[in-house]
């Protein structure tokens, strides 16, 4: 009998024959998959089709024609990708540090300078006329899009028709937004498949939803359109005028670094008490660059990010107007830092002690269950922080001598689990 090597010859035929049998049936079970893939998909398309049917009215008593409406919907499927990402949860939350670290890179603070000399009329004019600061309209593009290098792959109208179909909150909200991007595309301001933007329905180089460019697009040439994906004067404009009516102050920056004493009242540190510079400096509080307060009427709060264990901010009332376009602490900050290097500011005096990360959510719900086992109530242990957590925690580290600064950290759920 042949053989090759310590095979025989039946012995390979055998193989080759169990080879090709599972060859078959892994065709088959794969052809089953596909199979069953497609039919679920049919079934979504059926109902998405039935949903694009079902919206007609709506968007018909808004003023949307017929021929705009089988213009856009005509072959539309809903966009997986936003169904993905609908679905995503985020269990694990981004240290500040890290944000800022990619937020403000050195990369974008020379890109943001360049820009500020490229753009400078558009920008001198901007601010002119809206009276919002140029460098933090400049970084709001810059946090957005970075400078409209990305402002999103998804087609608007798509994203939003499948949020609007089959989102399990914020029904409304969403189908409301897509009656105001159909509006938008047949008033002739972008056509519908030039309209990018990002998978929940953001759009253009500052990335405005589409109630947000009906409320504050700005027409910064005078073409008749507010053109804020291939016109950056538009979206500059229509971002200065986003902030303006959100109650921006002219010539007033957003905040200030500082340092505290040690003798510090952390009860002050709750980012809700409003006090003016000059009564945070009868506190103690300095300037981290040892700069007198220019105004010391301004009214600020103390901000900790990172709790103690980080640097500490008097923020003023236009990082709460930034915080109108993203309300995230980390990314007004990062806003405010990002135009203070545009125009030559430096780095943060503080240090991040990077081994307080923050807690994910289950460890926050963990934290919430260790507090009330102890006696210090914080409510439902429902992985949010709150102001009952914030005061919970501080009532512990104040019993356990800590520094109470409210801050939920891994390293105080560890104090706390090995504390009997």
Same mark, same amino acid.
């Given at each position: 009998?042949?053989?090759?090597g310590?095979?025989? =010859? ?7 024959k169990?080879w090709v049998?599972?060859r #078959?049936?892994?065709l088959?079970?794969?052809?089953t998959?596909?199979?069953a893939?497609?039919?679920a998909?049919?079934?979504?398309d059926?109902?998405f089709?039935?949903f694009?049917?079902d919206f007609?009215?709506t ?5 949307i024609?017929?021929s ?5 919907f ?9 169904? #993905? ?5 985020s ?7 890290d944000?800022?670290? &990619?937020?403000v890179s ?19 004019n %901007? ?5 919002v600061?140029?460098e ?5 593009? +810059?946090?957005?899009? *970075?400078? +409209? +290098?990305?402002?999103g792959?998804? *087609?608007?109208?798509?994203?939003l028709?499948t949020?609007a179909?089959?989102?399990p909150r @914020?029904?409304k909200f969403?189908?409301?937004?897509? %009656?105001?991007?159909?509006s938008?595309v047949?008033?002739g301001? =972008?056509r519908?498949?030039d ?12 990335q405005?939803m $589409? &109630?947000?460019w ?5 027409d !910064?040439?005078?073409d008749? @359109?507010?053109?804020?994906w291939?016109s950056?004067p538009?979206?500059l404009?229509?971002?200065? !005028?986003?902030?303006?009516?959100h /109650?921006?102050q002219?010539?007033k ?5 500082? %340092?505290l ?5 952390f ?9 003016t510079? /000059?009564?945070? #400096?009868?506190?103690? =509080?300095r300037r981290? *660059? /040892?700069r007198?307060?220019? #105004?010391?009427?301004d009214?600020a709060?103390?901000?900790m990010?990172?709790g103690?264990s /980080?640097p500490?901010?008097l923020?003023?009332? *236009?990082? !709460?107007v930034i915080k @109108? !376009? ?12 990002l135009?203070?290097?545009?125009i ?7 240090d991040w002690?990077?081994?307080y990360?923050?807690?994910s959510?289950?460890?926050t719900a963990?934290?919430? &269950? ?16 709150g $102001?009952?957590?914030?005061r ?6 104040k019993?356990r001598?800590?520094i109470p600064?409210?801050?939920?950290? =891994? %390293?105080?759920l560890?104090?706390?689990k090995?504390?009997?």
């Open positions: 009998m042949k053989t090759l310590s095979f025989t =010859v039946p012995m390979i035929s055998d193989i080759a169990k049998e599972m #078959r049936i892994s088959a079970l794969l052809v998959t596909f199979a893939l497609f039919s998909a049919a079934i979504a059926q109902r089709d039935r694009v049917a007609w009215p968007a018909k008593a808004s003023g024609s017929s705009t409406y089988r213009s856009v005509t072959g539309m499927d809903p966009d997986p990708d936003t169904l #993905r990402l609908m679905a995503k949860q269990e694990f939350v981004k240290p500040v540090w944000y800022l670290d &990619s937020a050195e990369v974008r603070v020379t890109r943001g300078r360049e820009l500020l000399t490229e753009y400078d009329t558009v920008l001198r %901007v601010e002119a006329r809206y009276g600061d140029r933090a309209v400049l970084a709001i593009w +810059g946090m957005e899009t *970075n400078y +409209g +290098g990305f402002m792959k998804h *087609n608007v109208i798509r994203a028709a949020l179909y089959a989102a @914020r029904t969403w189908r409301s937004e897509l %009656v105001k991007a159909l938008i047949q008033a301001h =972008v519908f498949s309209m990018e933007g990002s998978w929940a329905g953001a759009m253009g180089h500052t405005f $589409p &109630s947000s009906e409320a504050y697009s700005a !910064y040439d005078g008749g @359109r507010r053109d804020i291939t950056v538009d979206a404009a229509s971002t200065a !005028y986003y902030l303006k009516k /109650g921006w002219t010539g920056t957003w905040g200030y670094e500082v %340092v004493p040690r003798s510090f009242d009860r002050l540190a709750d980012d809700d008490t409003s006090l510079l /000059g009564d945070w #400096r009868r506190q103690g =509080v981290a *660059n /040892g007198d307060f220019p #105004r010391p009427g009214k709060i103390l901000v990010p990172a103690a /980080g500490a901010f923020m003023l009332r *236009n990082f !709460y @109108r !376009y993203n309300n995230a602490t980390a990314y007004a900050l990062a806003v405010g830092h135009a203070d290097r545009i030559g500011g430096g780095t943060l005096a503080g002690s990077r081994e990360m923050p807690l959510r289950s460890e963990e934290l919430q &269950s260790e507090l009330n086992r102890r006696g210090f109530d914080v409510g439902a242990a429902d992985g949010r922080i $102001p009952a957590t914030r919970g925690i501080r009532a512990y580290q019993a001598g800590l600064d409210g801050y939920a950290s =891994v %390293v105080l560890a104090r706390i090995l504390d009997s």
